[in-house]
């Protein structure tokens, strides 16, 4: 881990990029961080606020932490450091609203020259209404004031918004990042033991929050429900009916470490229904997976992956997850059946 963003794994190009910068004086007034959920961009917005601004308070008092954890009804409108230096913001519910960015222009108005940082989390989830409004102040914005955007899919923001913001994008670990941050995480991952990391970073893809979800508390147990959901859907007569008898009571967090597993064995039945003769020599592949593989060929594997993500991403958002799951299992008993979405 590189010292610049002392709080993030990898993305070392980009850490070298904005040091440079914040030594030559040229850092951007309006810098989106992009990519995949769970890669370190909130908190590589909060490193690079504390280096711009010069105080660390946010991370001495566990402030960030909170921030970067607290959900739900807990959020508050607008958070705001110690010393009046570092804003951030991220949606309430299921989008930012007219009233958090309100807040945010009334102290923006009294700031006085010293640096100061406004970091805006889910900036995808800014509606076409605040975009514009704030369009202004973004292009015209105070002396030694900074945004920071943060945005997990930056195709869903408006183009006259990115256009304003200099980019970097946020790709998964390299595998020697990935391989510290397990070392570093141990802890709070119990299945590790055994396990080949190489192993461990394909399945996540490279992803740490997406390892510490498969490979954390309940990990194990997510796996073995995650799988005999792909053979209720592959096997069963009746598979609507079977998952929902088992699913009466359905916990969040544990449901979307299901989803996750889900993602996770779609892509090795991808895997095993398109390049077999490859996919007969991973490892990390079970038996239980390759069983199911042969019904999911000619693209059916991807088009239920594909179902599979916008699910994750819902159950993200608030949305009902009994409603995630009716639209799960309705949509991949179909494309089993050589339907059309």
């Not at 230096?85 to 009294?110: A, C, D, G, S, T």
């Not at 996770?264 to 593989?293: F, H, K, V």
Request: glycine share 4%; net charge negative; proline share 3%.
């Amino acid at each position: 881990m590189t010292t610049f963003f002392p709080h993030v794994f990898g993305h070392n190009k980009i850490q070298q990029y904005l040091a440079a910068a914040i030594d030559n004086k040229r850092i951007a007034n309006t810098i989106l961080f992009y990519g995949e959920e769970g890669l370190g961009k909130s908190t590589a917005a909060l490193d690079l606020a504390s280096r711009i601004t010069g105080t660390t308070r946010i991370w001495d008092e566990q402030i960030a932490s909170h921030w970067l954890t607290v959900e739900g009804d807990n959020i508050e409108s607008l958070y705001r450091s110690p010393d009046g230096k570092i804003f951030y913001m991220k949606p309430q519910h299921m989008e930012l609203n007219m009233e958090q960015f309100r807040l945010l222009l009334e102290n923006i108005i009294i700031l006085d020259d010293t640096p100061h940082v406004c970091i805006i989390d889910e900036a995808q989830s800014m509606g076409a209404a605040i975009a514009n409004a704030w369009l202004k102040t973004l292009e015209e914005p105070k002396e030694n004031l900074f945004f920071i955007l943060v945005s997990h899919d930056i195709t869903r923001m408006l183009p006259t918004v990115i256009s304003r913001a200099e980019l970097y994008e946020f790709t998964s670990l390299d595998y020697q990042s990935f391989e510290l941050f397990l070392n570093k995480q141990k802890k709070q991952l119990p299945d590790l033991q055994g396990r080949n990391y190489k192993d461990i970073y394909r399945i996540s893809t490279g992803n740490p929050v997406i390892a510490i979800e498969l490979f954390g508390e309940n990990g194990m147990q997510c796996y073995d429900k995650a799988v005999r959901f792909w053979e209720t859907i592959t096997h069963s007569s009746l598979p609507y009916t079977q998952i929902f008898e088992s699913n009466k009571k359905i916990d969040k967090k544990e449901f979307q470490q299901e989803l996750l597993w889900c993602m996770s064995i779609g892509r090795n039945i991808m895997l095993l229904a398109n390049i077999p003769e490859q996919a007969e020599t991973i490892t990390y592949i079970t038996e239980r997976e390759r069983a199911i593989a042969q019904i999911w060929s000619d693209g059916k594997a991807e088009k239920a992956l594909e179902i599979l993500k916008v699910a994750y991403n819902a159950c993200q958002r608030y949305i009902s997850t009994k409603n995630i799951l009716d639209m799960i299992v309705i949509n991949l008993c179909l494309i089993k059946n050589g339907g059309e979405l």
